[in-house]
């Protein structure tokens, strides 16, 4: 597996998670939260996380 570059802040590591939001590949760090979804997992960045109406989707989705 290679290093990675987050693209939220610039971090390296070997483990990047997209957004389901804005689709920026971002560190764990970054992560504000994930939840499962009916298949596979949702996650969202903290930059997504300061728009209320990206946040209002996440909290809404199952």
């Not at 504000?32 to 979804?37: D, Q, T, Y």
């Amino acid at each position: 597996m290679a290093i990675q570059t987050c693209q939220r802040c610039g971090a390296q590591t070997a483990k990047l998670y997209e957004c389901d939001y804005c689709q920026k590949k971002v560190c764990e760090n970054c992560l504000k939260s994930s939840k499962r979804k009916k298949v596979g997992k949702r996650y969202i960045c903290k930059s997504c996380w300061s728009d209320l109406e990206k946040r209002k989707a996440y909290k809404s989705e199952n």
